[in-house]
């Protein structure tokens, strides 16, 4: 098992610029979900996805910010257009939870995000 | 709403000694509660959870975690530190039954340094 794998694992962008980051999750697993970790304001939850399915994007700080799951194998994060506070690490989990909200989250190694 | 709280930003101990990384949460009814920790450029790892049942949780490399229902907490121990436990630790919540299908909310994070 490969693991989460996320592409790239670093992105330097300007300001303005679309950025796309990807996860390709653990097979079978059935839940998704995207974070962001800065120094400031630490772990935060995105969105999070079930079957494919959004299940809460409360996270998500503004509509510069979109998420898609188009199937079971890739979730990619889009920022347009990006902006210097954007810049954090990304992260992307999964897991094979079955609704019961109590399984282990496996975690991708993230995306070093800097917009310049 | 469900918080976590880590009241210390970093635990120093000399390696061989126990440690424990303090962890307080806020729920609604029942929790699940989980640690995960994180090396440099990495992503989070699960180290144990809490579901039900016996309120000392033994999970990977050694440690352990204690429910105590009353203080509302989940200290993460250690009997013997190791220079290798050096990480940055972080406890999560998560309310047994929320209608409201969120995910884990995570603490701000302890950092341990283990000294040799």
């Known amino acids: 098992d490969a693991g989460v794998i996320q592409s790239p694992r670093h992105e330097v962008t300007e300001m303005g610029q679309e950025v796309t980051l990807r996860c390709k999750p653990i097979?079978?697993?059935?839940?998704l979900f995207w974070y962001r970790q800065t120094m400031m304001r630490g772990l935060e939850l995105l969105i999070y996805?079930?079957?494919?399915?959004?299940?809460?994007d409360s996270g998500m700080p503004e509509d510069r910010f979109s998420a898609k799951m188009p199937n079971a194998s890739f979730s990619t994060l889009k920022i347009q257009p990006s902006e210097p506070r954007d810049s954090a690490v990304y992260f992307c989990?999964?897991?094979?939870?079955?609704?019961?909200?109590?399984?282990?989250?496996?975690f991708g190694n993230g995306t070093r995000l800097t917009v310049t | 709403a469900q918080s976590v709280a880590q009241p210390e930003d970093q635990v120093n101990v000399a390696e061989g000694n126990p440690l424990t990384v303090k962890c307080t949460y806020s729920?609604?009814?029942?929790?699940?509660l989980f640690w995960y920790v994180q090396y440099p450029n990495r992503g989070l790892q699960f180290l144990l959870k809490?579901?039900?049942?016996?309120?000392l949780v033994k999970g990977s490399y050694g440690f352990e975690a204690e429910f105590n229902k009353s203080q509302t907490s989940f200290h993460l121990k250690k009997p013997s530190a190791l220079v290798s436990d050096s990480a940055l630790y972080f406890c999560a919540v998560r309310a047994t039954l929320d209608t409201g299908r969120r995910a884990l909310t995570f603490g701000s994070g302890t950092r341990l340094q283990v000294q040799p």
């Open positions: 097979s079978g697993h059935d839940y």
């Open positions: 989990a999964s897991s094979l939870d079955r609704g019961t909200y109590n399984s282990p989250l496996h």
């Open positions: 729920v609604s009814g029942n929790p699940y």
């Open positions: 809490y579901i039900t049942g016996d309120n």
């Open positions: 996805f079930n079957n494919n399915v959004p299940i809460d």
